[in-house]
């Protein structure tokens, strides 16, 4: 009798999702795999063919084998920095052609809070405006010349604006 080299047994399951209850893991996977397919972690393919490559859908993600060895970090999109040096940005692709769904471009509203911080920080002098270039750099994946253009001039301090002499505030009372 021949011997059969790869078999398995699959048991019945105890118990079943029902349907809503697949259709709602189904939905919190689809929401997991769109964050990393928008942050380039995964490729499409790798997320078709894990879903749906198998005789049934699964929630097991598999890689392709061209990228298990591979660093993650686009090299175009590498930052070299080195202390009291400047920083080396290589130019990206944000708002270049091609390009076609602004939400997956644009910077949400806690980014933009978090780069201001960034620029508030280096203005007050907290920390070196190479540091803040490269934070800008890395953090929000913009060039050094876009990174210079948000921190502004050379020694620039941002001033806290005073109301001139024609504009003032008049408090009435609710009547």
């Known amino acids: 009798m021949p011997k059969i ?10 118990w079943q999702l029902t349907e809503k209850e697949k259709s709602e893991t189904r939905k919190i996977q689809a929401d997991t795999d769109a964050v990393y397919l928008d942050r380039q972690v995964l490729k499409s393919t790798e997320v078709r063919s894990s879903r749906f490559g198998g005789d049934t859908y699964s929630s097991e993600t598999v890689l392709s084998a061209e990228d298990s060895s591979v660093d993650p970090v686009n090299p175009a999109d590498q930052v ?5 040096a400047n920083v080396t940005v290589s130019p990206t692709t944000v708002g270049g052609e091609g390009t076609s769904d602004i939400q997956k471009e644009a910077m949400n509203g806690a980014q ?3 780069l201001v911080d960034v620029v508030k920080t280096a203005a007050r002098g907290e920390i070196s405006r190479e540091s803040a270039r490269a934070v800008i750099a890395l953090a929000f ?33 609710i009547t």
């Open 5 to 14: 080299k790869n078999w398995s047994v699959k048991p019945r399951p105890l």
């Open 80 to 84: 070299n920095v080195t202390p009291n």
């Open 112 to 114: 933009i809070s978090s």
């Open 141 to 173: 994946q913009l060039s050094a010349k876009d990174a210079d253009t948000i921190l502004g001039p050379e020694g620039f301090v941002p001033t806290k604006s005073q109301p001139s002499d024609n504009q003032t505030t008049e408090v009435k009372p």
